[in-house]
T-cell receptor, first 110, second 124 residues
Framework: QSVLTQPPSVSGTPGQRVTISCSGSSSNIGSNYVYWYQQLPGTAPKLLVYRSDQRPSGVPARFSGSKSGTSASLAISGLRSEDEADYYC???????????FGGGTKLTVL | EVQLVESGGTLVQPGRSLRLSCAASGFTFDDYGMHWVRQAPGKGLEWVSGISWNSGIIGYADSVKGRFTISRDNAKNSLYLQMNSLRPEDTALYYCAKDGATGTTRRYWYFDLWGRGTLATVSS
């Protein structure tokens, strides 16, 4: 069981807005930045959000990250079929002195 | 072209050793920290180890501490992972990943470029 907790799956229809949550503690999300990665089927992960709410160049504005206390969220608006993928949150943990990933959330576009 | 290419993955027996390599190109390798991240078949991502640009800061996941050693050769634009005392649970696709910023401390480590991975299988 991961220290960073994500729902195993979420789903939505095209055009809809969905959110993926990531719950942690004071030693990780509560005191450090959160990062989000997208992994399309059969491919390597890709950075979606860095430093909790920043988007790398080339990532559409439909993807947005936020953080509050010991939880973080990734929101995807205007859902598209090509967004169907696994999404992972990540954060440094000061107590474990390790970089942690959440267990991952599979997004299904219905 | 900016890319990372891993190699060295193969089938190995439990208790044996394996060395993974990652060749970097298209960016100034010695400006950035580098990492290994693994993914067991059908499972999620797990950070394995990271190393700063000058090898001065190194970190490991508890699951590999004492068995794996990360290193880099900036003259060769290469990253390595020496894996000893391998266990079946080390079976995974091992990704090489570039840190997203220069001169960062461990708590700011993240990954903005990934390779395609190399598969290490530990089985008798």
């Amino acid at each position: 069981q991961s220290v960073l907790t994500q729902p195993p799956s979420v789903s939505g229809t095209p055009g809809q807005r969905v959110t993926i949550s990531c719950s942690g503690s004071s030693s990780n999300i509560g005191s450090n930045y959160v990062y989000w990665y997208q992994q399309l089927p059969g491919t390597a992960p890709k950075l979606l959000v860095y430093r909790s709410d920043q988007r790398p160049s080339g990532v559409p504005a439909r993807f947005s990250g936020s953080k509050s206390g010991t939880s973080a969220s990734l929101a995807i608006s205007g859902l598209r079929s090509e967004d169907e993928a696994d999404y992972y949150c990540a954060a440094w943990d000061d107590s474990l002195s390790a970089l942690l990933f959440g267990g991952g959330t599979k997004l299904t576009v219905l | 072209e900016v890319q990372l290419v891993e190699s060295g993955g193969t089938l190995v027996q439990p208790g044996r050793s394996l060395r993974l390599s990652c060749a970097a190109s298209g960016f100034t390798f010695d400006d950035y920290g580098m990492h290994w991240v693994r993914q067991a078949p059908g499972k999620g991502l797990e950070w394995v180890s990271g190393i700063s640009w000058n090898s001065g800061i190194i970190g490991y996941a508890d699951s590999v501490k004492g068995r794996f050693t990360i290193s880099r050769d900036n003259a060769k634009n290469s990253l390595y992972l020496q894996m000893n005392s391998l266990r079946p649970e080390d079976t995974a696709l091992y990704y090489c990943a570039k840190d997203g910023a220069t001169g960062t401390t461990r708590r700011y480590w993240y990954f903005d470029l990934w390779g395609r991975g190399t598969l290490a299988t530990v089985s008798s």
